[in-house]
């Protein structure tokens, strides 16, 4: 693996205030687990906070509004999020786009947005189990990556791409190693398609029911920058099983 592994918790509409101990417990452990790049996307309304208890790990958010600011009740700016100090933000995440029914040019003008007041995006992008049963996951994953990915000069270096399996999300269930592999291989593949020499650099995390006693085989898979974890970031125990991990990935 050239860079570090890069490990995001995505609490998804989960933490009060009461979890920000788990926040901070997960900083602190971060700290001595230097081989691993470490991240978390708190709800919204914990971000500045997490910013303040967590100061080592990078701090997102799960979605951001295409425009800069106007008349659009209840939606944030990606500008916003950077004033309460986030770094980064995950956008197309199958939980928006099936929720919220956004399409590829959503996501894309959310991504944007984001690179354009200088935060980071992680794009993510994922077969349901019927597309796959039907043998179009790749070409599935290849439309969203085109349609999905911010395009510009600085683009791929801002832009980390999750591939998570629908059916693998919140399930117990992955894909094989094999077939995290050979999905992973043709995202490079496009990737480099659309950014040419610049998407060889572009980081692909799986995320998908990531455990502690998963997290080794799976960053082991071909490609395999690091993961996107939704249920096992929610407590620091289960976060820093991942981690460790990976930091241990990360020597090799
Ligand atoms: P999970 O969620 O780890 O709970 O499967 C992953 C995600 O949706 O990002």
Excluded at 75 to 89: H, N
Aim: charged content about 25%.
């Amino acid at each position: 693996m050239a860079q570090r592994p890069y490990i995001v918790g995505n609490w998804k509409m989960h933490g009060t205030r009461s979890m920000l101990s788990e926040a901070r417990a997960i900083d602190r452990a971060a700290e001595r687990l230097i081989k691993a790049e470490v991240a978390l996307a708190p709800p919204f309304t914990l971000i500045h906070a997490t910013r303040k208890e967590a100061g080592l790990i990078a701090v997102g958010a799960q979605d951001c509004h295409p425009a800069d600011g106007g008349a659009h009740t209840g939606d944030i700016s990606a500008a916003m999020l950077k004033d309460a100090g986030a770094s980064f933000v995950i956008v197309g995440h199958s939980e928006r786009r099936a929720d919220h029914g956004e399409t590829d040019a959503d996501v894309k003008a959310k991504a944007e947005a984001a690179l354009g007041v200088g935060l980071s995006v992680i794009v993510c992008v994922g077969e349901t189990e019927a597309q796959r049963d039907a043998g179009q996951a790749e070409e599935v994953v290849a439309a969203q990556l085109e349609g999905s990915l911010p395009r510009g000069e600085h683009a791929p270096e801002k832009t980390t791409v999750a591939y998570e399996p629908v059916w693998a999300i919140g399930t117990g269930r992955t894909p094989t190693v094999e077939d995290v592999g050979a999905m992973h291989r043709a995202i490079r593949a496009r990737l480099e398609q659309i950014y040419g020499e610049a998407g060889k650099q572009v980081r692909i995390l799986y995320g998908g029911s990531v455990k502690p006693d998963n997290a080794a085989e799976l960053l082991a898979a071909d490609e395999v920058g690091g993961a996107l974890v939704g249920g096992a970031s929610l407590t620091a125990e289960s976060f820093l099983g991942i981690i460790v991990a990976a930091a241990e990935r990360g020597e090799a």
